[in-house]
C-alpha cells in the first residue's frame, strides 16, 4: 500500500484533483461475523475470520490516519456484527446527524447506537420516520443528495433529507440486489460544487435512473462489472486520493487517468458481510 503521489498523466482539460482533509466515524469489527443472511454476499456456512477482519480494517484506519483525516471510533457492540459498516449508522451534513432506521430486525439496535454516540459528540441529531440506511443511500455531491431507493432506504426517507437540509434531493432506483446501498453502485470522486464527479455502475440502476446520472454527471467513470464485483465503487475520497478495493485493477486505471491517487486496500474478509471501503466509513460534516 502507498499513500504517495503516483505518476500518472491526466488530460490538461481537466480540473486540478485537490485533496480535502476529511473526517470519518468508523467501528473496528471486534464482533464481526457473518451468523444471518440479509443481503446476497452473506452466508453463514461460510466460515469468517474475526482476527482477519480485524486486520484488514486496521490497515484501511491507518491509510486514513496517514492521509491525515480525523478519524473517530464508536465502540463496537457485542451481537451486532454489522455495526462495523459504519456508513449505515447515519447520514451528516452540518453538523446534523439524519439517524438510520434499519430495515432488518438484526441491525435495528444500530441506530440507537449510532444516535447515541453523534448526540454526545456535538451534533444535532434528527430521528428518523422513515426506514433508512444512512450514508449507505445518501451520497452528497456538491450541493446536491443523490438518494438510492429500491432495497433498504424508502422514497419517504428521501423527503425527510429535503425538508431537513433544505437541498436538493435526487432519488435514484437500485435494481440488483447485488449491489443494495447506493454506496455499492455509485462512489463520488469530487464533491466540490461546480466539478462534481461520480464513478458508478449503469446496470445497478432503473432507466430512469441511468438517464438522470447521465444528464448530470456526463463525465462520469463507467466501471466494469468485474470490478463492481469485488465492490470497487465502495471507495472513499477526498478530492484526490480515493482509497479503493485493491482487487479493482481496472477502475485504479481509471481513476489515474482522471487524475486522481488510487490507493488500494484488502477488505475481502469484510466483503463477506456485503461491505468495502465506502461501508466502513460515515463522513461527519460539521
Request: aromatic content about 10%; glycine content about 8%.
Amino acid at each position: 500500500m502507498s499513500i504517495t503521489h503516483e505518476d500518472a498523466e491526466p488530460r490538461t482539460d481537466r480540473p486540478a484533483r485537490i485533496p480535502t482533509r476529511r473526517s470519518v466515524l468508523m467501528c473496528r469489527p471486534e464482533h464481526f461475523v457473518v451468523v444471518y443472511r440479509i443481503n446476497p454476499w452473506m452466508d453463514p456456512a461460510l466460515p469468517t475470520d474475526t482476527s482477519l477482519a480485524v486486520q484488514q480494517w486496521d490497515v484501511l484506519y491507518r491509510t486514513y490516519v496517514d492521509l491525515g483525516y480525523d478519524v473517530q471510533l464508536i465502540e463496537p457492540i457485542e451481537g451486532l456484527p454489522d455495526m462495523v459498516y459504519a456508513a449505515n449508522g447515519g447520514f451528516v451534513v452540518d453538523n446534523v446527524a439524519y439517524g438510520a432506521s434499519f430495515t432488518y430486525p438484526e441491525r435495528q439496535p444500530e441506530g440507537p447506537a449510532y444516535m447515541d454516540w453523534f448526540r454526545s459528540h456535538g451534533f444535532e441529531v434528527a430521528e428518523p420516520r422513515s426506514v433508512n440506511e444512512g450514508e449507505g443511500d445518501f451520497l452528497l455531491v456538491g450541493d446536491t443528495i443523490l438518494a438510492g431507493t429500491g432495497f433498504r432506504s424508502t422514497d419517504a426517507s428521501h423527503g425527510e433529507l429535503a425538508e431537513l437540509y433544505g437541498r436538493e434531493v435526487v432519488s435514484l432506483r437500485l435494481i440488483d440486489p447485488n449491489f443494495y446501498h447506493l454506496d455499492t453502485a455509485l462512489s463520488v470522486l469530487d464533491g466540490t460544487p461546480g466539478q462534481e464527479h461520480i464513478a458508478y455502475l449503469p446496470s445497478a440502476f432503473d432507466d430512469a435512473s441511468r438517464a438522470v446520472i447521465a444528464e448530470r454527471f456526463p463525465d462520469a467513470i463507467v466501471v466494469n462489472d468485474e470490478d463492481a464485483a469485488v465492490l470497487g465503487l465502495n471507495s472513499f475520497s477526498d478530492g484526490y486520493n480515493v482509497v479503493i478495493a485493491s482487487s479493482a485493477v481496472d477502475f485504479e486505471r481509471q481513476l489515474r487517468e482522471h487524475g486522481y491517487n488510487p490507493i488500494g486496500v484488502d477488505l475481502s474478509e469484510l466483503l463477506l458481510g456485503g461491505g468495502g471501503v465506502k461501508c466502513c466509513t460515515l463522513e461527519l460534516r460539521r
